[in-house]
């Protein structure tokens, strides 16, 4: 199975990662710099491939970042919001349309390269803050890669249904190294432990019963 992989270096993308290989999947995998706050999540990915043997592709759209506005993440003049994903102040980290630009640009490389599939790792916990995260939006993404060519592609996203915790018990199974990966939103040289970002991060590690590695190193 040729599948290309949107790895963004945070600890789903990298779960995920992981999980393809474990499964026998030849692995391409594909970083989108839109010009994030958060851009040191892409050296992140970029160490995953190197010791992994993965290919690893950016694609630049950071043209876009100048009309992306009114996100944390992508208008630099917006503070990061500090609390749980699940106050209201989290929307501000929404990034406009930022699932279906990044699924549409890596979906053209997954299709000149004949892949049998697209994988991406949005999960449950998502769902509230993220509309481009929720079962819908996969079917409709999933329909429209149906229809965009000839060549048959596949939207997967098998963590759709998970809850972060989930997959962070799953990325331990899988021994995957999540001090090589990024969450936190503010950037930075470590993490700011304040974030929706962070404090999620937290949450699913304490699901899984074990320490986040990132943190004993910094």
């Known amino acids: 199975m040729k599948t290309v992989l949107i ?5 789903d993308s990298a779960t995920l990662l992981y999980d393809l290989l474990a499964q026998g999947d030849d ?16 050296d992140c990915a970029a160490e995953l491939c190197r010791i992994n043997g993965v290919r690893w592709d950016v694609l630049d759209l950071s043209s876009l ?5 009114g996100s944390s993440q992508s208008d630099l003049s917006v503070p990061v919001p500090f609390g749980r994903y699940d106050e209201p102040t989290m929307k501000l980290t929404v990034v406009p349309n930022r699932n279906m630009f990044m699924l549409a ?44 060519d000839w060549h048959s592609l596949q939207l997967c996203a098998p ?11 799953r990325g331990v199974e ?14 930075g040289v470590s993490p ?10 937290e949450e699913a590690f304490e699901v899984a019963g074990i320490g986040d590695p990132l943190c004993r190193l910094v």
């Not at 963590?159 to 018990?169: A, E, F, L, Q, S």
């Not at 899988?174 to 503010?186: H, M």
């Open 192 to 201: 700011c432990g304040k974030c929706g970002a962070c404090n999620e991060r």
């Open 27 to 42: 692995v391409d995998a594909i970083g989108v710099n839109y010009k994030q706050r958060h851009g040191k999540e892409l």
């Open 159 to 169: 963590y759709i249904n998970m809850t972060k915790g989930d997959v962070c018990r």
């Open 7 to 11: 790895l963004s270096g945070g600890m």
């Open 105 to 148: 640009a890596a979906g053209a490389v997954a299709i000149a390269r004949k892949a049998d599939r697209l994988a991406y790792g949005a999960h449950s916990g998502d769902h509230t803050i993220y509309p481009d995260c929720r079962p819908e939006f996969v079917e409709a993404m999933g329909q429209a890669f149906r229809l965009c």
């Open 65 to 69: 970042s100048g009309f992306l506005t």
């Open 174 to 187: 899988l021994a995957v190294p999540f001090e090589l990966t990024w969450t936190c939103y503010v950037g």
